[in-house]
Nanobody, 126 residues
């Protein structure tokens, strides 16, 4: 049974930091492409960041320079370090993994990801 589990969300003040973690289990292989998406209240889910084991990290313009995605290459585990958080970063953050390696033009397309977590809430507020 495939399971994807996020952790690390919470309430933080503007300018603060949080680190999200995601562990995927149940597959017999290590994912090449894993990433983060988020959904704010009343908005559609959007791409945040993706890492490919085969090479390449990709970020949404809105988080570039503030968020860093990383992974434990020995396992299906990824992290999202979020610094200089803003109220507009408030959202449910989802971890996603693609069974197949995604080409660069596809990494931002959530339809290309097969396995999803339940999400973790991040609230940025004073």
């Amino acid at each position: 049974q495939v399971q994807v589990a996020e952790s690390g969300g919470g309430l933080v003040q503007p300018g603060g930091s949080l680190r999200l973690s995601c562990v995927a289990s149940g597959r017999t292989f290590r994912y090449d492409t894993m990433g983060w998406f988020r959904q704010a209240p009343g908005k559609e889910r959007e791409f945040v960041a993706t890492d490919r084991r085969s090479g390449g990290t990709y970020y949404a313009e809105s988080v570039k320079g503030r968020f860093t995605i990383s992974r434990d290459k020995a396992t299906n585990t990824i992290y999202l370090q979020m610094n200089s958080l803003k109220p507009e970063d408030t959202a449910v953050y989802y971890c996603a993994a693609a069974v197949n390696r995604l080409i660069t033009s596809a990494v931002r397309d959530q339809r290309r990801y097969n396995d999803w977590g339940q999400g973790t809430q991040v609230t940025v507020s004073s």
